[in-house]
């Protein structure tokens, strides 16, 4: 290994890229905030060896020594063997574009980094093509690799340095670990030699499994953190690695050890990496997530207007839609401000089996909709509301005559992949996708559908037959699924359409991208939502969340306002006993409504501050949240408080200026604002409260 010799230094907004190239050829790849640009050790820097900042292993390589085999393909012989070639910059309509070059004698690799001006984030990918003859395999392929990060000894910061990353399971997700480096046994051996890795990701077909593909460092002490974010709805990992000084963060498709993915390259074809979204700052990871989250695109249907109240039949009839229950349901709450109605699981229930493993042959059960749909349809258009439906599109249940057409259906090593009661469609199948398009596109069109929800509810698991290795056959599958929902959207561009997978298995951003709302989690009427809603917003827009508040008749006034508030971290979605609920009942759930409709914007242009002190367990929540949303250019702030298992707590945040309470929903706080600062005390468990605060003109400070 050889030290760096130069350094290229590129200014992308408030963001520096620093291209190392080392003596050996290989081309480091670091960022650092324009703010910091003399912090500690970035000129020290330059005495290390950096990786390169392409990963990639190609079959047949020699495998990376240090004690790695088997844990890491980093620094494999291809990564060692690519030398810097050129780096040249292109101006685009937008923005800039670098381009990193490196080669070997088998392959070309480039790696992209595209900057659209004023914004506070890079898109990063990686492309790599076959320069020889004959075909070659890859095995895996970086879409990106920061170095450069803790590059010296600090021994007073130890523990300072933190490896942050988003856990998620069903209806438990976006948990936040912080892990001190020394707690991962990331720190160098006492001669650099042994090899240290922290690899992590989800194999699958649902990308938020495990963990979210979003994960950073967090350097306490120098005041710096480094975030990265995938766009990839298949199986992916992230690692973070140390073997000398510098510690290392890289992430792309699981590779052939985590993920079961090989892809063949003929010679002089090409390859691009999933997207990668990068970005470093000063204020810590929440900063990296407001970033990040801002890359995520606003739902341009809602731009100039309230964000939509939509009711979800599903908890109040589990299952069991029918023409009558729908018209009951709908003499309740017509007048009261909702704008969708959507009809959930059960319509083309089994008689005699029931809804859970029907889904497939998508055919209406006759006699729960003896009117078919066009009547159903037609009853919640004149009641005020637009018509929903849902589907679970990919997948077929055992109950369905599609079970057993398996030429259609996806295999693993010539077996049909069954999990629990459910099959999955081969998107890829010209058949499949004409059978979904009659039955799903059509269906749709006949009935003038407003709104669709895309439920998906398990994984194909680590892959599936169809291409030179499992990985990459599940890799071209979930393509072929978002192109089909992509369909969809073009043929229907006027609807609505939800992104669900059991709740929030697939909140990443290829999938985000192509829906307007998206499921925030199947945790519909626990007392963790509004602790689950807010670890959202660390990765998605909340005008696209949607929150669900299942009101019962059973319900006090304290539980109704706190259901209430927790549909304020996103988009209201309410369900319940809707048609059961007492007069006053109802005069606390259009209250809610109203003061929705009122912060809607706040919720659709804001940032978000976000407080957490409740405890380790999610079911057994202790202490209180509050969460600060500063809508755009500070002209309102949104304040959402719980508290739970606490006698009273005591709610304070500086402003960003001077602001006066607008108005208050939910259980009485005694608000208070001096200065810029905001008080209040929410007393007694499970108790909520949400303000709404105007800015006094002219008050708004930039810190």
Not at 334 to 359: L, N, P, Q, R
Not at 643 to 667: M, Q, R, S, T
Request: with cysteine.
């Amino acid at each position: 290994m050889g030290n760096c010799i130069q350094v290229k230094e590129y200014n992308f907004g408030d963001i520096i890229v620093c291209l190392c190239i080392q003596e050996d050829g290989q081309a480091g790849f670091s960022l650092y905030p324009a703010v910091k640009r003399d912090m500690t050790g970035i000129i020290e820097r330059q005495r290390y060896h950096q990786d390169n900042c392409v990963q990639v292993r190609v079959e047949g390589d020699d495998y990376p020594n240090g004690f790695s085999n088997g844990h890491t393909y980093r620094n494999g012989q291809t990564s060692k063997e690519l030398v810097y070639q050129e780096d040249y910059m292109e101006e685009t309509e937008s923005g800039q574009e670098l381009h990193v070059v490196l080669a070997s004698s088998a392959i070309r690799a480039e790696h992209i980094v595209q900057y659209r001006c004023g914004e506070n984030f890079l898109q990063v990918s990686t492309a790599v093509t076959n320069t020889t003859d004959r075909d070659l395999a890859l095995e895996m392929l970086s879409s990106f690799s920061i170095g450069g990060i803790f590059p010296s000894e600090r021994y007073e910061d130890i523990g300072s340095v933190k490896v942050c990353r988003l856990r998620s399971k069903w209806s438990n997700e976006g948990r936040l670990e912080k892990i001190p480096l020394e707690d991962l046994q990331l720190e160098p051996s006492w001669s650099g030699y042994g090899a240290a890795s922290e690899r992590f990701g989800q194999t699958g077909s649902l990308p938020v499994r495990r963990f979210f593909p979003i994960a950073g460092v967090e350097d306490e002490a120098a005041g710096v953190a480094w975030g990265a974010k995938l766009s990839v709805p298949s199986s992916w990992q992230m690692e973070f690695y140390r073997r000398e000084q510098e510690l290392c963060f890289s992430g792309g498709l699981a590779d052939l050890d985590f993920g079961h993915w090989k892809k063949l390259l003929r010679p002089g074809e090409r390859f691009e990496s999933p997207k990668a979204y990068l970005t470093v700052c000063t204020g810590g990871f929440e900063e990296v997530c407001r970033r990040l989250v801002s890359s995520e695109k606003k739902p341009d249907r809602w731009k100039e207007t309230q964000l939509p109240v939509i009711f979800n039949e599903f908890c109040t009839t589990w299952g069991m839609p029918s023409e009558k229950n729908i018209k009951d349901i709908l003499a309740k709450i017509k007048g009261k401000g909702m704008d969708y109605f959507v009809i959930d699981a059960g319509w083309y229930a089994d008689e005699v089996k029931g809804w859970e493993m029907s889904m497939g042959d998508w055919k209406i059960n006759p006699s729960l909709f003896p009117g078919g749909f066009k009547k159903c349809t037609e009853m919640i258009r004149d009641a005020g509301m637009r018509p929903g439906i849902w589907f679970e599109i990919e997948t077929v249940g055992q109950d369905a005559q599609a079970f057993e057409n398996t030429d259609l259906l996806l295999k693993r090593n010539g077996h049909v992949i069954t999990v629990g009661c459910r099959r999955f469609w081969d998107m890829r199948n010209p058949e499949a996708i004409a059978y979904l398009a009659e039955h799903v596109i059509d269906f749709l069109r006949k009935y003038s559908f407003s709104y669709l929800k895309i439920d998906y509810n398990d994984s194909i698991g680590v892959g599936c037959d169809g291409a030179e290795s499992p990985g990459e056959g599940l890799r071209q599958a979930v393509l072929a699924s978002r192109e089909f929902i992509r369909r969809i959207r073009e043929e229907l561009p006027d609807l609505v359409i939800e992104n669900c997978s059991s709740g929030g298995h697939r909140l990443e951003t290829s999938m985000m991208s192509i829906c307007d709302f998206l499921s925030f989690s199947d945790a519909h009427e626990v007392k963790e939502i509004p602790v689950i809603a807010a670890n959202l917003h660390r990765v998605l827009q909340p005008s696209k969340s949607e929150i669900w508040a299942v009101l019962r008749k059973t319900d006090d006034a304290r539980r109704l306002y706190y259901s209430m508030c927790n549909t304020f971290l996103g988009v209201q979605c309410l369900s319940g006993d809707i048609h059961e609920l007492s007069p006053e009942q109802w005069n606390i759930v259009e209250d809610g409504i109203a003061f929705y409709k009122r912060v809607s914007g706040v919720i659709r242009d804001g940032e978000t501050y976000l407080k957490q002190e409740n405890g380790k367990s999610y079911r057994h929540l202790t202490g209180w949240q509050s969460v600060m949303r500063v809508g755009d250019e500070g002209a309102q702030i949104l304040v959402v408080s719980h508290n739970f298992c606490e006698p009273a707590a005591d709610i304070v945040w500086k402003l960003p200026g001077e602001y006066e309470v607008a108005e208050v929903f939910g259980e009485e706080m005694n608000w208070s604002v001096s200065g810029n600062i905001l008080s209040g005390m929410l007393i007694g468990e499970f108790a909520a409260s949400a303000v709404l605060l105007e800015r006094k003109d002219g008050s708004l400070v930039q810190d």
